[in-house]
């Protein structure tokens, strides 16, 4: 029993390496980069704190000058929009959909890499009128996942061209 067990285990480590399964690894990306500069609109939005904390904490220079950065990451727009799906029968909402949107490029050693992406997330919760501070936090602990979410999916996305 204990050898079909290794064999088995062996056999799926070969079938798994055979397929072409890779795990996309974003470490080396800090150093692909080089000096990166963040253009935003909105420094203060949570979208733009969430990915300079992000890059930082994964060993990424950013300056805060355009002029010696070798790449710019430019957020041309990021904002969140919520909307009710569904309502109850004496009109109080029921469900809230909050969704991301994040138009972003990029330029490296003054070329432009990728222009003009789009990324949207969206995630959905249900609305409590009796539970109003607990439905709040939860919709800001949803915004703050959504920010990472697609601060994760940028970052795939330039490792895939660099």
Known sequence: MRNFH????IVLCFLLASCGFELQDTSLLSSKLGTTYIQTNDPYSLFYKTLKKTMKSNG???????????????LNEDEFLER?????????PKEYEVRLLVKW????????????????????YSFDQNQLLG??????FIKQ?????????IFLRINEVL
């Open 6 to 9: 290794k064999s088995s285990a």
């Open 60 to 74: 990424f220079l950013i300056s805060d000058n355009r002029v010696g950065a070798s790449t710019i990451l430019i």
């Open 84 to 92: 009710v799906i569904t309502v109850s029968s004496s009109n109080y």
């Open 105 to 124: 490029s990029l330029i490296h050693q003054n070329q432009t890499v990728i222009e003009s992406m789009q990324f949207t997330q969206d995630q959905d």
């Open 135 to 140: 439905k709040v936090n939860e919709s800001d």
């Open 145 to 153: 996942a959504l920010a990472e979410q697609l601060t994760e999916k």
